[in-house]
């Protein structure tokens, strides 16, 4: 579903040119779970970035589900974030004064579906996220953290995405909450085969998923598979 190829990526600050990546290759199948972890200022959320087609690299390719996308104007990548990359964030991102439904189907609306379809393809997702149906008339401020995580998890899948892209996102919770919603992304990769990238700094995090890429300064410094996955109920599952 994605390969990466030599992607570079430099800034300029103050007239000069600051690398951030260097050559950074890798590839992901449809349906694995992988998580990219490494520590602050290592580049793994201009990575982040590019995997998630808010930002262009300045050299080398990048192909999402065989399209090259390393070159796209603006536009064309906004379209293809909207299509086929489904988005959760640390800070969940939510609307304070709309409902749970009316958030998990708020990408609808900017793709132009109307609002009977929009609430059915909403409830299909927070079935898939088993977030229960008694608080889908609640607002964000009636929900603790973990459930507005959930929340947003439905949300990412309410386009039915090739990827969701995970970035942090039990960063704002406490440690039993976050199992919660690592067991929901693990759900989602193995009994729906769903593709997810999830971006951490913490390794008890990562190894949760199939797959694990360490990058440091700019570079891929390991990438290797989890030979016994973390799973949410305490017990370990062998990758195969």
Avoid at 96 to 115: E, F, Q, W
Avoid at 130 to 146: D, K
Avoid at 186 to 195: A, D
């Amino acid at each position: 579903m994605i390969e990466c190829s030599k992607i570079e990526k430099s800034y300029i600050v103050g007239g000069s040119q600051m690398p951030v990546l260097h050559g950074i290759t890798f590839t992901v199948q449809t349906g694995e779970f992988l998580a990219i972890m490494g520590p602050s200022g290592s580049g793994k959320s201009t990575l982040m970035n590019i995997v998630g087609c808010l930002d262009s690299p300045s050299s080398g390719t990048y192909l999402l589900d065989h399209q090259d996308v390393s070159q796209l104007s603006d536009d064309e990548l906004a379209e293809i974030r909207n299509r086929k990359i489904g988005f959760v964030f640390q800070s969940f991102n939510l609307l304070k004064r709309a409902s749970v439904l009316r958030n998990v189907g708020l990408p609808l609306i900017y793709a132009g579906i109307d609002k009977d379809e929009r609430e059915a393809r909403a409830v299909e997702s927070l079935r898939m996220a088993s977030f229960p149906e008694e608080f889908w008339g609640h607002l964000p401020n009636q929900l603790s953290g973990g459930m507005m995580q959930r929340v947003a998890i439905a949300r990412s899948l309410v386009n039915n995405p090739l990827l969701i892209l995970a970035d942090e996102p039990t960063g704002n919770l406490d440690t039993k909450t976050g199992e919660v919603v690592l067991d929901t992304f693990q759900r989602l990769n193995m009994k729906e085969g769903r593709t997810i990238i999830l971006i951490t700094h913490e390794l008890y995090v990562a190894e949760h998923a199939q797959r694990i890429i360490h990058i440091r300064d700019g570079a891929i410094i390991e990438d290797k598979p989890v030979e016994h996955r973390r799973m949410a109920n305490g017990n370990h599952y062998e990758s195969k």
